[in-house]
Structures are given as structure tokens and as C-alpha cells.
T-cell receptor
Framework: DAGVIQSPRHEVTEMGQEVTLRCKPISGHNSLFWYRQTMMRGLELLIYFNNNVPIDDSGMPEDRFSAKMPNASFSTLKIQPSEPRDSAVYFC????????????FGEGSRLTVL | GDSVTQMEGPVTLSEEAFLTINCTYTATGYPSLFWYVQYPGEGLQLLLKATKADDKGSNKGFEATYRKETTSFHLEKGSVQVSDSAVYFCALGTGGFKTIFGAGTRLFVKA
């Protein structure tokens, strides 16, 4: 079975550019999470969706960040405009409703903003 | 609020040594507890879990027991291998689809 699929795996961009990260959750999972991982701050939850609806976006750092889930098999995390401090690894994870806490992570998208 | 505290790393061991990584938690209600492992360049993956007090989770030689009286979920392995080198995260599931992660403990195993 396919796991959580993220793209791109690596992105290098210049400050001010728009960045879009993509995620395909595991089929049948109805919760989706976006995390950010840095050395300084560890793993941070940015936003999570249940049945394609954003439930909690309190972790989104500022208005430059936005996330959408137009259907059950696709989500995007957008940063516009990007800044060097956004450099991090961004993970998408999905889970079944009945398995609270048991998350399945993608391999991550490593973002470098110059 | 709910939280997870795990021992700071890095932890450096020789191959075949005994491993313990401490984890304690604070939570209302009866959370589920998890250990996740992150190998270099990869995402986190579930290593083991326990859903109620006194449950023991185990996988790949790793074990952890849900201790309600001490609010702990320490990770142990009797004999580590070089391939166990990774970052280990303790986590709790609070219900409501939210998972609380610890800061992670990096393990280095030397041959």
C-alpha cells in the first residue's frame, strides 16, 4: 500500500517567492496534519484537517502561510512570500479517525529559502 | 495542559548495550502513548504504542510499558545495533485528533 506522498522532496527558492508543498494522504484516512521540523523548535503542528475541513490552524505561524484540502486525497501548504526563517522540513501526516495519535508520516519536503 | 517530557540527547552507546530513553507525560483523562522513530532523511514512523495503563507495547526488540502511577512510558531495548541510530519521539494522543510530541532524543550507536 502506498504511504503518505509528499512533493517536492527538496525545494530551494529565493526570499519573496511563493512556495507550494503538496501531500497525498493514505487512502481512507480522514485526518491530515502538516508539521514543521527545525533544529531549534523541533516538531511543530501547523494545521490539521478532519474530513477535509480545517479544525485547528493555531500553529500556522503567520498570514504568509495557508493550507487547503480540496478533497480527501490532496492537500497543499503554501507560503507567500517566503522568508529565510521558513527554511525547515515540512511533514504531512494522515490518520484514521479511530486511531487518535497514530500518525503516518510522509518523507517530508526540505525547504531552503535563500 | 497536556505535555510530554523526554530525556535530552544525544545518547551514545556501543553496539549490544542496553538502551533506556525516559519519557514522562502530563495529561487529563486516559491518553494513548506512542514511540515514534525517525531515521536520517525520513519521516517519523510509529515504533510502538500502548492504549491503557499497564499495557506493554513492543516492536523490533523495543519495549515500553504504560505506567499510570508514575506517568511514564520509558523506551527500552536489551541490545542495540548500529541500525538503531535515529531520533526517538515519545508522544501522547489526547483525543480530538491531536498528538503531543516530545522534543526527541537522538541515539548514536557505535560499532
Amino acid at each position: 500500500d502506498a504511504g503518505v506522498i509528499q512533493s517536492p522532496r527538496h525545494e530551494v527558492t529565493e526570499m519573496g517567492q511563493e512556495v507550494t508543498l503538496r501531500c497525498k494522504p493514505i487512502s481512507g484516512h480522514n485526518s491530515l496534519f502538516w508539521y514543521r521540523q527545525t533544529m531549534m523548535r523541533g516538531l511543530e503542528l501547523l494545521i490539521y484537517f478532519n474530513n477535509n475541513v480545517p479544525i485547528d490552524d493555531s500553529g500556522m505561524p503567520e498570514d504568509r502561510f495557508s493550507a487547503k484540502m480540496p478533497n480527501a486525497s490532496f492537500s497543499t501548504l503554501k507560503i507567500q512570500p517566503s522568508e529565510p526563517r521558513d527554511s525547515a522540513v515540512y511533514f504531512c501526516a494522515s490518520s484514521l479517525k479511530s486511531s487518535t495519535g497514530e500518525l503516518f508520516f510522509g518523507e517530508g519536503s526540505r525547504l531552503t529559502v535563500l | 495542559g497536556d505535555s510530554v517530557t523526554q530525556m535530552e540527547g544525544p545518547v551514545t552507546l556501543s553496539e549490544e548495550a542496553f538502551l533506556t530513553i525516559n519519557c514522562t507525560y502530563t495529561a487529563t483523562g486516559y491518553p494513548s502513548l506512542f514511540w515514534y522513530v525517525q531515521y536520517p532523511g525520513e519521516g517519523l514512523q510509529l515504533l510502538l504504542k500502548a492504549t491503557k495503563a499497564d499495557d506493554k507495547g513492543s516492536n523490533k526488540g523495543f519495549e515500553a510499558t504504560y505506567r499510570k502511577e508514575t506517568t511514564s512510558f520509558h523506551l527500552e531495548k536489551g541490545s542495540v545495533q548500529v541500525s538503531d541510530s535515529a531520533v526517538y519521539f515519545c508522544a501522547l494522543g489526547t483525543g480530538g485528533f491531536k498528538t503531543i510530541f516530545g522534543a526527541g532524543t537522538r541515539l548514536f550507536v557505535k560499532a
